[in-house]
């Protein structure tokens, strides 16, 4: 009874101090949402409008699951980061209750309570707690496999088949039964009454999950392109069948050497190259996988080397390993061997004569290896890597987290949003992260396009900038914009907001009447810019939205000699045009060199759509193009 007592209260602080690391700072770290993020938070939207399928095209391809998963808080909280990130957390914190309830069952309440913190404070586990993406249902299933495992062999495969609905990794899983099935037979056959009984259970446990997840291969072999991630990582594959085993054989070495030498060399998760533990901490780890291979012959330790080998493949065949969003199905049993390592070493001390005086030296080497972890998780976690700017600027969003803050702070009545270069995933993350729809008009800017500007129907706008994609000064001038912002946040990257004059300002040509293209979009007017020294033209034209625009609409000018040829161009329409609506204006500007153009040449202005390359064409006007101003004459020089 005391025993059951302890028990409850260590699992119960265990799990409280899980909760804390997966809900503490939860929208600041990772510090913004990922795109997939957004895109899965996005995926229960897209079922309940009826879309169902056993994977899903999205994001590369994507097992279903999660998605569905993700449902009840879709409908409980709606779009935001916290609908988005919620639904891992609740399935970290049941990897947490999982290995407890079942490493107490297998090896005991303080082997159990040692794993269960571990899982609790590091920041593996952790951090897929927090990032809202699909991986950590994958070792959830596992532990549920394992809890039905051996005596309820179809409840088993249930749940080993459901993990291949989970994530790509779990694809190696049906290895676990079936090298389980050999091993029992090689080493329970003449030591075991019950032999037979443990490898026709696993062989049950092997059959059930091949028919659970029969639809999902069934659906992958109908068609292939659904599954482009799996290609994107068959490199080191491919290799190997071509006769080169170089590839594999760094990968399998760099994720042997996960736990104390090497790291994922990516930011994406964690500071590249940090091994998922400390010196200490790995020597608990090494010495629980030695006890593990010394006892191999009983069952349930062959299950655990067995879990642990099998889960290490999807990083040791695939590139830029070790990968820890790859090695997630393993999380409960590395944690395992972590408490069965520290239970062997304080068992092997405790018995020592100075029984008193080495349980304290003992426990005092625990709380200093917990402080010591606990220090890790925060400064390497939630310290360093979310302020780095390479998590900040490369693999999160959080100028879009920070211009959301801003703006629900210092709202106005039409917000235009500008990026390097737009995705109408990025209008869903700031959805998500306003935990609203602002309407927002999205525009590109930046050294890598010409861009635009949009002024909204109605004016009272903000502009919001990233400083890393800067606006042109010729296309500010042209807008009527100051230089100087209203607004410059501190934190990298950081951000511009600039006011939209209440009524629209242009500085050039306008057009009386104005050329409308389609009758849904009008030019109204230009202006051309003196030639710059390097014989850089700038454009700037105005148009004015009339209807909704066909999403890949494309602007484009072209320099045409006296004979007719084309000479230099531009393309480009730099605002998202399907965030538009009827009324804006579109300030776009063009830049075009001329460095290797001379002689009489015309600029010609129209519009065409991407997909089909067609024109659209000038209300009233047998020509596809309208002819911008007289004819320009580029010197030679």
Partial sequence: MRRERWFLVAATLTLLLAAFFRLWLLIDVPPGLAQDEVLDAGMPAYILAGNHAFFFRQGYGHEPLYHYWGIPFHLTLGENALAARLPAVTLGLLLVALTLRWARREFGSFTAVLAGIGLAISWWPIVFSRVGIRPILEPVLLLLFAWFWPKRPVWAG???GLSLYSYTGARVVFAIPALLAIILFLTQRHAAANWRKQVSGALIVLGVALVVSLPLFLTLRADPTLQQRVDQLAGPLEALQAGDPAPILQSVVNTLGVFSFTGDPRWTYTLPDRPLFDWGTAVFFYVGLLVALWRWRQPKFAFVLIWLAVTLIPS?????????????????????????GITAVYGYLVRAKSVSAIRVLVTAVLVALLAVNVYRTVNDGFVRWPQAETTRLSHYQTVLLDMARHWNENPAENLVVAEA???????????????TDPQARWVQTGPEVAGAIVWPMGGNGRLYVPEFAPIHPTLLAAAGIPKEPLFRSEAEPSFAVYALPEQLQFAGTHLNPGISFANVVTLEGYTLYPLESEKILHLVTLWRVDAPLPSDLRAFIHVVDEGGNLVAQHDGFDAAPAELQVGDYVIQHHVIDLSSVFGVVQLHAGLYTLHDQTRLKPVGQSMEIVVLGAGMNIDEK
């Fill in 158 to 160: 249930l749940f080993l």
């Fill in 316 to 340: 040791a065949v695939t590139p830029q390993s070790p990968s820890t969003v790859r090695l997630v199905g393993a999380l409960p049993v590395v944690y395992l061997l972590l408490g069965m």
């Fill in 421 to 435: 270069f737009y995705e109408p995933i990025d209008r869903d993350s700031l959805i998500f992260n306003l935990g």
